[in-house]
């Protein structure tokens, strides 16, 4: 009865591209409370883009501005400084020429054109607030000559195209989403509010594996989704612990579950497929031991005293009754189209 549906349920998943490494994950998750989401790379795309460009200085124009970061981040292949090298491109603005760039430690880089000194940092290490619109959810960097901001860049990655309809979905199945990242309160803050959903922001790995015991400790069951190397603690506490296939491989190898195409909506076929395997390995339990308890007595001729008895032929016959029974509800099992 049961390694029927669990053949069946392995097929379905590999088909919608889950690797359920253990079986015992499908009937946790159809019981679990909480699901704790990490941000970049899996409920977004981890791609960052340049949102906006402000000018904050009058000697310069937009354009020279944006010649400056694209300049300053000529050597680095840091996704947000090829978000910003991207950018200027599409603008047709050619990087302005540097003599010299360094890296400052923690706080981004510096460098010297045309006998001046810039410095391209965040906003924290600035220090200083800018008076500016920032956009929802967006990571700032600011550029900075001779202490005095000229120039700020506003970065983000957006939403996966599916993250909304897995909240949606884990909120139908009551459980509970919550967002922990290593992203600032801003960034965080944005992306939680897209998606309606509880949040932990500047979260360290110790952080993240704090919250899963906490949460467990209160007696829930807790599902992770991650797919850095700074999750693999995490994904390996959790009740059950689900990988984006972009991840590391550390955190592949810590994890219950693989989504190999990085897709949330991957998550919720998950939840789906572990309620309708649990679902099915009832009702074949059912239909087999149902024979069972009928036809086991009767055979032994608990009601011969009323005349009635069960020959072992016609029992070998229910009893392979039972098993075709339970062979075509396992086969019944579909997830819906995505």
């Known amino acids: 009865a049961i390694p029927l549906v669990t053949a069946r349920s392995t097929s379905l998943g590999a088909s919608r591209g889950l690797l359920v490494k253990d079986r015992q994950a499908l009937?946790?998750?159809?019981?679990?409370?909480?699901?704790?989401?990490?941000?970049?790379?899996?409920?977004?795309?981890?791609?960052?883009?340049?949102?906006?460009?402000?000018?904050?200085?009058?000697?310069?124009?937009?354009?020279?501005?944006?010649?400056?970061?694209?300049?300053?981040?000529?050597?680095?292949?840091?996704?947000?400084?090829?978000?910003?090298?991207?950018?200027?491109?599409?603008?047709?603005?050619?990087?302005?020429?540097?003599?010299?760039?360094?890296?400052?430690?923690?706080?981004?880089?510096?460098?010297?054109?045309?006998?001046?000194?810039?410095?391209?940092?965040?906003?924290?290490?600035?220090?200083?607030?800018?008076?500016?619109?920032?956009?929802?959810?967006?990571?700032?960097?600011?550029?900075?000559?001779?202490?005095?901001?000229?120039?700020?860049?506003?970065?983000?990655?957006?939403?996966?195209?599916?993250?909304?309809?897995?909240?949606?979905?884990?909120?139908?199945?009551?459980?509970?989403?919550?967002?922990?990242?290593?992203?600032?309160?801003?960034?965080?803050?944005?992306?939680?509010?897209?998606l309606g959903i509880e949040y932990r922001s500047n979260q360290s790995p110790q952080d993240k594996y704090e919250l899963v015991k906490t949460l467990k400790d209160r007696g829930k069951k807790v599902i992770m989704v991650g797919d850095g190397i700074n999750d693999a603690p995490s994904l390996a506490l959790a009740d059950v612990g689900i990988a984006v296939g972009a991840g590391t491989q550390v955190a592949l190898d810590s994890a219950d579950v693989i989504l190999t195409q990085s897709d949330p909506g991957d998550i919720e076929s998950f939840i789906e497929l572990a309620h309708k395997t649990t679902r099915k390995?009832?009702?074949?339990?059912?239909?087999?031991?149902?024979?069972?308890?009928?036809?086991?007595?009767?055979?032994?001729?608990?009601?011969?005293?009323?005349?009635?008895t069960l020959s072992p032929a016609v029992g070998a016959i229910l009893m392979s009754v039972s098993t075709v029974i339970v062979a075509i509800n396992a086969m019944t099992l579909k997830l819906e189209p995505k």
Not at 299 to 307: D, E, H, K
């Open 27 to 194: 009937e946790i998750a159809q019981d679990a409370d909480v699901m704790i989401l990490d941000k970049t790379g899996t409920l977004t795309t981890g791609e960052f883009k340049v949102l906006d460009v402000k000018l904050l200085n009058d000697k310069y124009t937009k354009e020279e501005i944006i010649a400056l970061l694209a300049g300053i981040e000529g050597g680095s292949s840091h996704p947000i400084a090829q978000s910003i090298i991207s950018f200027a491109e599409q603008q047709d603005i050619r990087p302005a020429s540097f003599d010299s760039i360094d890296v400052i430690s923690g706080a981004g880089v510096e460098g010297e054109a045309s006998g001046h000194r810039y410095q391209l940092i965040s906003q924290k290490a600035y220090g200083r607030n800018l008076d500016m619109d920032i956009p929802k959810g967006a990571t700032l960097s600011v550029l900075v000559e001779n202490e005095d901001a000229i120039g700020a860049v506003a970065l983000g990655d957006e939403l996966k195209p599916t993250s909304k309809e897995l909240i949606k979905a884990l909120k139908k199945n009551n459980i509970q989403p919550i967002m922990a990242t290593g992203d600032n309160e801003k960034a965080a803050q944005g992306a939680a509010e897209d």
């Open 281 to 308: 390995m009832k009702q074949n339990l059912f239909w087999g031991a149902g024979y069972n308890f009928i036809a086991i007595p009767l055979a032994a001729g608990i009601l011969a005293p009323f005349g009635f």
